[in-house]
């Protein structure tokens, strides 16, 4: 798997910042930073204009707008990541594309075919709003290198969180389907290579809007991976995506109980989501035992994400990074792999990005205020819901009865 010329030789070499565009950086390896793995590559997927994600234009509109998973996005996420208060604990990391057979750990030689062979003629639609064009495909290959490289960087000891700042987005991804935008499930091969590597159980905690549909098949039959997934209530949304993320989808066979589905009522916030930490996460998690905790995350549960209907300001962020990592600390020996999704709004996205890693590095004060959260957040049917579900829970899953 990692026989090909010491592919983490970048992060081997000490922090070094291979790409012209990244600040030079520190050699500090303490507990008290997060490496941030990052290649400019990712930057040449352009999945088009039409009318908001579907690459359509009926000839009715002067103004198309970009597709929301577009590189302006993650370049204001690179940026506050530089010139933010945060920077001085960021250690900057080059990353690179995977190799076929580290694919093969995850999705089908089947799936990995189509996709090639999608690519060598051009690039097409793979599935709805989900455009495989020229330079897609190369972006993928390095969003999935990059975040093996993340997790190697922490298994290796070098490191004990990692960021993986990579598009295009990945949880989805289903082993023989692109689904949402993703082509190839990142999360998910770190995942495999933790497991791979002599990881035992690994939680992935996946707060983007939407289901972590991908990655909860890819180990739906598995009670070594617990997959738990903070998403709005929005059902299948079609062929590439027949799961409906409610509660009743808990795995299969040695896998039931290690899928814990947490569909949040619409217009969901900081306190809603604060109490699902406390009442769902942290309890599973805790009776889980794992050795590796994975963040999956997405801003498009942010107040003001155009392709969510979710509440969350930079302070819910802030928590959410903060209680994942004080999870870390206590069950993994602070071992935490943080992974991009989505989240669209393109200026936002970065703030909340901002306040997620201040919370997972566990710092006392904010670094950075919010600029614009202000709707007020109504969290009683929230938490009414949040309670019919850890009750449901706690009835139905083997691992959580009587906690
Ligand atoms: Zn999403």
């Not at 076929?100 to 793979?126: C, Q, W």
Request: charged share 20%; glycine share 12%; aromatic share 8%.
């Amino acid at each position: 798997m990692w026989g090909s010329p010491n592919p983490s030789m970048g992060a081997r070499a000490g922090l070094v910042c291979l790409s012209s565009s990244l600040p030079t950086t520190t050699t500090t390896t303490g507990d008290d930073r997060i490496h941030v793995f990052w290649h400019d590559g990712m930057l040449n997927h352009d999945p088009g204009t039409g009318v908001f994600d579907s690459g359509i234009d009926p000839g009715f509109l002067d103004v198309l707008e970009n597709h929301p998973e577009n590189s302006d996005r993650v370049k204001n996420m690179l940026s506050i990541l530089k010139k933010g208060p945060l920077s001085p604990f960021i250690s900057w990391h080059t990353g690179r594309p995977a190799l076929i057979p580290e694919l093969l750990t995850f999705h089908t030689s089947g799936y990995i075919d189509e996709l090639v062979e999608a690519d060598r003629n051009g690039g097409k639609m793979i599935c709805a709003g989900t455009f495989l064009n020229s330079g897609s495909w190369d972006a993928a290959l390095l969003a999935a290198g990059t975040t093996l490289s993340a997790m190697k960087h922490i298994l290796d000891g070098h490191g004990k969180i990692s960021y993986s700042l990579v598009r295009p987005p990945g949880h989805h991804a289903q082993p023989t389907q692109a689904d949402g935008y993703c082509f190839l499930n990142n999360a998910g091969l770190a995942v495999q290579l933790a497991l791979d590597s002599g990881c035992k159980s690994v939680v992935v905690v996946d707060i983007d809007v939407h289901y972590g549909n991908g990655t909860a098949e890819g180990f739906y039959h598995s009670d070594k991976v617990l997959t738990i997934s903070l998403h709005m209530n929005h059902g299948s949304w079609g062929p590439s995506h027949p799961h409906s993320g409610n509660v009743d989808e808990l795995g299969d066979g040695d896998g039931f109980g290690y899928n814990l589905n947490i569909p949040l009522p619409n217009g969901t916030g900081d306190r809603g989501y604060e109490f699902a930490m406390t009442e769902l996460v942290v309890p599973a998690v805790q009776k889980f035992q794992p050795d590796m905790m994975v963040l999956v995350i997405g801003q498009d549960s942010s107040a003001f994400d155009p392709n969510g209907r979710q509440c969350l300001t930079m302070k819910g962020y802030r928590e959410i990074g903060r209680k994942i990592r004080t999870l870390a600390d206590k069950l993994c020996d602070g071992r935490l792999l943080i992974v991009q999704e989505g989240g669209y709004q393109v200026t936002y996205s970065a703030y909340c990005l901002h306040a997620t890693l201040e919370g997972a590095l566990n710092l006392p004060l904010p670094l950075l205020s919010d600029p614009i959260a202000y709707y007020p957040e109504d969290e009683a049917f929230s938490i009414e819901v949040i309670g019919s579900i850890k009750q449901y829970q706690r009835d139905t899953i083997p691992f959580l009865k009587g906690s």
